[in-house]
């Protein structure tokens, strides 16, 4: 009788040493997975563009580890913080699998950019977790006498080009204003030839404002039938030096 109580014992002893790894194990390989996807998102660009006084707040999103399912949205005031507007983002996934998050907003004509300017910042709802892109805490701002935001990371932002049942490719650069006769020239790599075509970007005239510290170029190309597009690169000359972005990513 003794030792069947001494068995049991060593069992329900053995059982709880197991159950406590067990436990151990599933928060470690837990923690391991949440932090082997960490966010990654950020604000590649934003600007303001004036269209004959009539402004435009646009930006644009990106992260490595998103998902199309995530809900995101721009919260927004153009009154110092008076009055809040929200407007979601529809997600757009590149080649290379780099998620996009595109916001275009129709400010109100009566928008005072020297003044007031706009402030901003970007929630993000995944999996019923909430999370804030923003500027340390506070807010970006664009125009008005306190712009903080970071209008562009690299001094060249290449995005993503769309082609239409045409076989027309246009696209879009943005650059950082660093000298003056900028010059943007797109290579669009193709499946039917080991040479890319060349094209210089044409500069909009809209450009964004506040101090004009970004510039649009765009740029449109024919393609041929059937060409299936592996690469675009966009070259930036200004000032003696040459910065690039490409599609996908280099």
């Known amino acids: 009788m003794m030792t069947i109580k001494v068995e049991k014992r060593l069992n329900w002893k053995s059982l709880i040493i197991v159950i406590a790894f067990c436990v151990i194990g599933c928060m470690a390989l837990s923690i391991t997975a949440e932090a082997a996807t960490p966010s990654k998102w950020s604000v590649q660009s934003a600007q303001l563009i004036d269209e004959h006084h009539y402004y435009k707040l646009v930006s644009t999103l990106s992260d490595l580890n998103g998902l199309p399912s995530d809900e995101v949205t721009a919260v927004w005031s153009i009154d110092g913080g008076s009055k809040w507007n929200e407007t979601s983002l529809s ?14 907003v129709n400010l109100p004509s009566k928008f005072d950019v020297d003044t007031n300017g706009v402030i901003f910042e970007f929630k993000r709802t995944s999996n019923e977790n909430t999370e804030w892109l923003n500027n340390k805490g506070g807010y970006f701002t664009i125009g008005g006498k306190s712009s903080n935001v970071l209008l562009v990371q690299s001094n060249v932002l290449l995005l993503q080009p769309k ?63 059937g060409s299936v597009i592996t690469k675009v690169k966009a070259m930036y000359q200004v000032n003696g030096k040459t910065y690039s972005d490409s599609i996908p990513n280099e």
């Open 163 to 225: 082609l239409d049942a045409m076989n027309t490719l246009t696209g879009t650069v943005i650059v950082k204003k660093a000298g003056f006769r900028p010059s943007v020239t797109v290579l669009v790599y193709t499946n039917n030839s080991n040479k890319p075509i060349v094209i210089q970007a044409k500069r909009n005239t809209a450009v964004s404002a506040s101090k004009n510290t970004l510039q649009k170029f765009e740029y449109t190309i024919q393609l041929t039938n």
């Open 91 to 104: 997600p757009e996934q590149t080649p290379s699998g780099l998620l996009l998050w595109n916001l275009t």
